[in-house]
């Protein structure tokens, strides 16, 4: 059994319908904020579909997935008991969570382990210490939440809210040592329900998700749940480099060059006579080059980036993705500036003029 911290859209098109598609297991959802989709997973017992729309292999795909694993949805605020059953299954296996970056903190609320926690942390931890009491083995837990290293930056709060409420010693060290806090990369796009397809107004769960998936385990050893989209390695911090500079990368300077011309979405800049080859010589040319050696086929995953970008089930808007973009800039763009520097002993043109140096 797995029990799932979220019931927002990206598991529910991920980690979800992996686990239909491979039959691995049963999921109980935890929804922690209002309880709607909580009573629309049970009112649909579980079931709903995910249209994969998009462009890759040089098609287009539009194809539906039926998500049934699912067994029951709870609501964290009127059945945290049941949450708390749960967590003494002797069958639970598996904890996964996807709360966003702003669930990865403490709540000062949090003072003792008596009635319903605030934060997530302090969650699976009273989730965690009911399995302890049970002597039950601890479970793997997966936080799927975009952050680097998150298994252990989670492990990290869930031990400092263990100081908050004094847990004795035997269950912290029962935390540290039976507990596996796995650090993982996600990736896909899950926009929301589709704006066209036959089964809108009859699944009200209805989602649409793009083709391209991947989900990068930090393991030395095997993943229990076998997926063409799962990868694994005893080091994944390649993969973020790789996402972070290409993927991330190409969007930042799609908002310094395309946006300023008037080009809103990232599929319009692909497709522009002067921008998307400029795009290409950029990727190709500047950023690619820096990578090599360094990430697992570049030019693969680059290939594979220009062809989500192509999306036309997709819009996303560059006024999006300008969010915060002189930070952005820092992270995704000036290192690969530095690097290619360092390397070929010559400025990169295009990378210069994006950068504004």
């Known amino acids: 059994m797995i029990l799932q911290f979220g019931a927002g859209n990206f598991l529910r098109a991920f980690v979800d ?8 297991d049963e999921i109980v959802v935890v929804q922690s904020t209002g309880i709607e989709r909580a009573e629309a997973l049970n009112a ?8 994969v729309q998009g462009f890759a292999d040089g098609r287009v795909i539009d194809e539906t997935d039926e998500v049934s694993s699912i067994k029951k949805a709870l609501h964290a605020g009127t059945q945290w008991s049941e949450v708390l059953e749960i967590a003494r299954l002797p069958e639970l296996r598996w904890i996964v969570s996807n709360t966003t970056e702003a669930g990865f903190a403490l709540d000062e609320a949090d003072v003792e382990n008596v009635g ?20 039950l083995p601890g479970p793997v837990i997966l936080p799927c939440e975009l952050i680097e290293q998150n ?12 100081k908050r409420w004094t847990v004795p010693a035997d269950a912290i060290e029962w935390l ?7 650090n993982n990369l996600v990736d896909r796009i899950v926009p929301g329900p589709p704006k066209k397809h036959p089964l809108l107004g009859k699944d009200p769960l209805l989602l649409s998700a793009e083709p391209f998936a991947f989900w990068a385990i930090e393991t030395a050893g095997a993943f229990d749940l076998e997926h063409p989209a799962v990868v694994t390695a005893a080091d994944i911090s390649p993969y973020y480099l790789r996402k972070v500079r290409i993927l991330n990368g190409l969007h930042s300077a799609l908002v ?15 497709e522009h006579p002067e921008v998307g080859p400029w795009l290409e010589d950029l990727l190709f040319n500047e950023i690619v080059p820096v990578l090599e050696g360094r990430v697992d086929d570049p030019v693969a995953f680059a290939k594979t980036t220009l062809d989500r970008f192509r999306n036309p089930f997709l819009e996303h808007k560059l006024s999006s993705i300008a969010l915060n973009h002189e930070s952005k800039v820092q992270v995704r763009l000036l290192p690969t500036y530095e690097e290619y520097r360092a390397k070929f ?10 950068i504004g140096v």
Do not use: D, N
């Not at 649909?44 to 249209?51: D, F, L, N, T």
């Not at 002993?345 to 994006?354: C, F, H």
């Open 17 to 24: 319908l992996f686990v239909s598609q491979t039959g691995f």
């Open 151 to 162: 298994g252990s930056r989670l492990r990290e709060l869930v031990l400092e809210q263990a």
């Open 44 to 51: 649909a017992k579980g079931r709903y579909h995910v249209a």
């Open 256 to 270: 310094s060059h395309a946006l300023p011309m008037g080009i809103e979405t990232v599929r319009e800049c692909v």
């Open 345 to 354: 002993g010559k400025e990169p043109a295009l990378l210069s003029r994006v």
């Open 116 to 135: 319903i926690p605030q934060s997530y942390p302090a969650k699976l931890l009273a989730v965690l210490l009911a399995r302890h009491a049970a002597g």
């Open 176 to 182: 540290e040592q039976s507990c596996t806090w796995v």
